[in-house]
């Protein structure tokens, strides 16, 4: 069956939802996302990623021509009508269409608002149950003077850059450092250690994009009463961690085994992942807005 997409107002097949060449997000990347995850008819964190659509498009001036309400209620019927029961849904919003120009006042038309609803995997079973190898990347991260990371804007080249050298180095993820050498996220979720009794993850002044995810994982790990911590964290705190993992909202919660080579603990998913993991699995299916 073709999925179905909702288009500024309509919900239409997935090979007619289109949008204009003049368009701010595809011709500057103007404009902001989420990602959300269903889990069994239940969408997760719905309310917080909407949140943190409607303050980064506050952030860059960007009107979205929705109450939140009614967003809302958009991403549910658009899953309704697609027929899903878990799903990752992409909720895009552009500036709308302009001319060539930067001058935002140029654009002829409300925000484009687009919510598709659709299946995903991001690593293999096998990577769950045996941790990802992971690399340094070169590319560093954008400074947060530049472009604030609470922004989710759809400007991923940074990104982008750092997962190519991923893919060419033939590993599964990339850790992005700061300008100041420390260590920011990697190329698309968030990253925390278990390192002396104690579990550590980068602060938000570092660099990072607070992911919803990884917001989850600080709760779970305050319900099991794990010692934790926000703090700068280096390479060699990585490479000597007991063990490492990273959040995101496709990519969950996923144990690292190596990174640059190095064996991280004694190279397999270890118990306060596993503990976090299995949790995490649990309120994915009990908590969520319902989609009937």
């Not at 701010?24 to 959300?36: A, H, Q, S, T």
């Not at 302009?98 to 038309?109: E, I, K, Q, Y």
């Not at 050498?181 to 250690?193: H, L, R, W």
């Amino acid at each position: 069956m073709e999925r179905i997409v909702y288009l500024n107002g309509s919900f239409v097949p997935r090979s007619e939802a289109k949008v204009s060449v003049f368009d701010r997000g595809y011709l500057y990347g103007d404009g902001v996302f989420e990602g959300i995850r269903q889990y069994s008819g239940r969408v997760f964190r719905l309310e917080q990623h909407l949140e943190r659509l409607y303050r980064g498009a506050r952030a860059i001036a960007l009107e979205i021509p929705m109450a939140p309400e009614e967003l809302r209620e958009t991403i549910l019927e658009t899953i309704r009508r697609n027929g899903l029961q878990d799903a990752y849904i992409r909720v895009v919003v552009s500036r709308g269409q302009g001319d060539l120009g930067l001058d935002p006042r140029a654009c002829r038309s409300p925000a484009t608002v687009v919510v598709i609803a659709d299946t995903i995997s991001l690593y293999p079973k096998e990577v769950y149950e045996q941790g990802l190898e992971v690399i340094t990347c070169a590319t560093r991260r954008n400074l947060p003077a530049a472009l604030n990371p609470q922004i989710k804007s759809l400007n991923y080249l940074n990104n982008i850059l750092a997962k190519i050298e991923v893919v060419r180095a033939g590993a599964h993820e990339g850790l992005m450092l700061n300008q100041q050498g420390y260590i920011a996220e990697a190329t698309g979720d968030n990253i925390f250690v278990w390192l002396r009794g104690t579990l550590i993850t980068p602060p938000s002044h570092s660099g990072i994009l607070e992911g919803v995810t990884r917001q989850v994982a600080i709760e779970l790990a305050a319900e099991m009463e794990l010692p934790f911590r926000e703090d700068l964290l280096t390479l060699y705190d990585v490479y000597s961690a007991d063990e490492c993992f990273l959040t995101g909202t496709a990519a969950e919660i996923v144990p690292v085994s190596r990174v640059d080579g190095r064996l991280i603990g004694d190279g397999k998913p270890g118990p306060i992942t596993k503990r976090l993991t299995a949790r995490f699995k649990e309120v994915t299916v009990t908590e969520g807005v319902p989609v009937a």
